[in-house]
């Protein structure tokens, strides 16, 4: 296994394109792999249509020296601004590129109006349930969907005008 790679500099986010396709899926499976085994099926972001979503401007990447490391979806729903993924290739946690993917999602869901996001994790990825709400997050749902066990966390964000939720 490689070594971790270090920040030298800041990760760049920026919408992907129909190029990054593969690599958003690949680095969404390297970030997964490890809880298949532990949920007893692959979660839910290694199972996404990835080109589609490119297609329809949902997948943002976070690049380190040029190269894919971090994957975000997110769109707006009926319930508000949502995080779908955030993934993080194995070899670049520690860099602020899940940090960086985080931070992005919360100033887009601001410039578009919102007053919070919204995101959920599998029960069984317990790293999470300890992030989640030392960033701000609030647990406020927990139920089952597509045979996932689901825990829904919500973040409000500074005064927003348009969209109340």
Same mark, same amino acid.
């Given at each position: 296994m490689p070594p971790p790679l270090t920040p030298v500099t800041k990760p760049v986010v920026?919408?992907?394109t129909a190029h990054d396709a593969i690599a958003a899926?690949?680095?969404?499976?390297a970030a997964f792999e490890p809880y298949v085994a532990r949920i007893g099926m692959p979660p839910a972001p290694m199972l996404l249509d990835y080109p589609t979503l490119v297609e329809a401007s #949902?997948?943002?990447?976070?690049e380190l020296s040029s190269q894919v490391e971090?994957?975000?979806?997110? #769109?707006e729903t009926p319930d508000g601004f949502y995080i779908d993924t955030v993934a993080v290739n194995p070899k670049a946690r520690g860099t602020g590129v899940g940090r960086a993917l985080l931070e992005f999602a919360e100033d887009e869901a601001t410039r578009r109006g919102f007053a919070s996001v919204y995101l959920c994790t599998n029960s069984k990825m317990i790293e999470n349930q300890v992030l989640y709400p030392k960033i701000g997050y609030v647990e406020y749902d927990r139920r089952i969907e597509a045979g996932y066990d689901?825990?829904?966390y919500r973040k409000g964000l500074a005064a927003s005008s348009t969209n109340a939720v």
């Open positions: 920026r919408l992907a899926r690949a680095c969404v499976l #949902y997948v943002w990447v976070a971090g994957v975000l979806v997110q #769109y689901r825990i829904f």
